[in-house]
């Protein structure tokens, strides 16, 4: 009989009870005690929820004290050698500075999980003598059992997956590795198989990248390994995030299910299975149900993909469950009362989900008349979205067609916008600027929730706003910065200001999601068509513009980082909720540029997080991202300066994408590229106006003027100085007055000294 199951659960819990839980004892507010015993009635009511809504296979340890992936390293032994460490069990202290760092080590890196917004801590093999610490999964398995009394399926990183995501180790060593990892990994299958645990969830999602014959011949070995040691546990080697590359080879393993993501991978995983089969002696875990969307699905057309899929595998071999890990959803829309009626009907957190999941097995096993209501309702719902005002806003739907369907350029090339931009401003060799932001204190934090709260009155907090503008206005005057900005103090974070003055987006109160440890983010949420409804940051800019003979450079958020840091309606393609994003914001560029405002920045630091895991599409993707930026900027005159800004990710391998952009000046990280940026620029050069951040402003430490003037000069060495400038790598809001203000004072210094030597070189060029 067809099962349901899922992948994984979030840990956060409705209300962030464990993000509170996790900072109370990091705060030394909760002994270990308490909050070992916290953590488990969180993850024993997570458990319990999935039993009550009647989830057949439940996955155990996909809980963690922070990450997956640290749990897994840290269940074998594997620790950073800068960490004193001698062998046994993982202490909490010792894990959490893994992750966190402590006085004399520093953390480990963080990087995301495949195309996610969740991030993992990288394990570092280097030194480490892998021994196995504890059954953790066993421990999980146990615990459910005893006080549930649920045949939980423990759920295990793979080897393959495990080693492909560490560090530390020469590629040809991987061999070496896997072979003193893999007796642990049997170790704990073995005492699961004697527990009497029935499946086990194997996670290799690195299969969806696409596996060379040496990685494709260990993870035969792999498996083969794990079915000779524990021959009566059954696997279920689960993908997700995207198709798998080979199909054929997987299906082959020895292993007693696989399970394939049916929605980010739908068509090709599909295809696959319409030509190859699927072997009658596999369980085939069929992930229907979006594990990382927020959107309800529409119950008839699963259905229908459901029976679909049964042309192929049996009712017995066939597992209804989530494309991924629940991780990536909020917990319950129950709670959310603000939201539009139609929206909230037509969204599906992680609990709903669970019903979707049951509700589609019961259809399966009972047939579909035993659940016609539900899936009139369900029709219901998701018609009176589709048919709501702000899915049908026309004007914008044509305007959009209307410039997507041109090329967008500028009118006049770079040089000659250069030229022009130079005449104009006239600005030093080397001008300085900063990428938006100053330090948001807790006074302006305060000010902030004061007004929300209404207990200030507009008037006030604008007031109070303009305040901090002058204020800084006069410190950069007074530092001697070129390009002046006015410091974003109304903005709480670079999504949600713009987000909340467009149409087309809602915010849920609850809707939170882990993004990294106890770090949580509640995207926005793009449901209708977007549309500029009045000037966003004119006000504010031009404002500050009255106060200095200096220009003011005005600042927004791109359209694909807008996109790629909300969720976003599944009815379009992302392309054309990025082009609608551009034409909003080409309208705000545009009020700016008529206000007077003479420079633009428009900020993209997310680019490089929408870039499909699939090589094959990476360059459509890019294309158009690229012209989604352009549609935002094209239209302003040769003289207005287009600015854009990235940070967060390398850059190295996509210039030729950042080029095409064709924005005037960009200003771009490399302090955390380890230089692999400036060797790229060493190899291809850069056409356009370019800032190199000189300095890292994820420090607290003030830089001295000699850092970055090396900086400066090596950068020089590859880059044409009256293409260059001075800035920060990142946005100031998370540092402190103090420290900003001497940082500055340092950065300009460190110009000065540039100038000396460069100015000539460059009127000689
Ligand atoms: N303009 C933004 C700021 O300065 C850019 C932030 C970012 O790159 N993440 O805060
Ligand atoms: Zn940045």
Redesign the pocket.
Known sequence: MTKSSVLGYPRIGADREWKKALEAFWAGKLEEKDFRDQLKEIRLQHLKKQQEKGIAIIPVNDFSYYDHILDTAAMFGIVPKRFAYDGGAVPLALYYGIARGTKEAAASEMTKWFNTNYHYIVPELDGANPTLTENKPLLAYREAKEALSIEGKPVIVGPLTFLKLSKGYAASEIDAWLSRLLPLYVQVLQELEQEGVRWVQIDEPICVKGLDEGDLARLRSIYETFAAAAPKLKIMLQTYFESVEQYQALIGLPVDGIGLDFVHGLKTNLAALQQYGFPANKTLGAGVIDGRGIWKADAKEKLALLQEISKYVSSEQLIVQSSCSLLHVPVTTAREAKLPVELKAALAFADEKLDEIVLLTRALVEGEAAVADQLKACEEELKSLRQSPSRNRSEVQQAVAAIAGKQPVRQSPFAKRYEAQEKKWQLPILPTTT???FPQSAEVRKARQLWRKGEWSNERYEGFVREQIGIWIKLQEEIGIDVLVHG?FERTD?VEFFGEKLAGFAFTQFGWVQSYGSRCVKPPIIYGDVAFEEAMTVEETKYAASLTNKPVKG?LTGPITIMNWSFVRDDLPREQIAYQLSYALRQEVEALEAAGIPMI?V?E?AVREGLPLKESEQAEYLEWAVKAFRLTTCTVQDTTQIHT?M??CEFHDMIDSIEAMDADVISIETSRSHGELIQSFEDRGYKLGIGLGVYDIHSPRVPQVEEMTSMINRALRVLDPKLFWINPD????TRGLEETVASLRNMVEATRIARGEYSNVASHN
């Open positions: 990428i938006g932001s974003e670079m600042m920045q900020d630091p800004h940070c967060y990142c946005g100031l809001k």
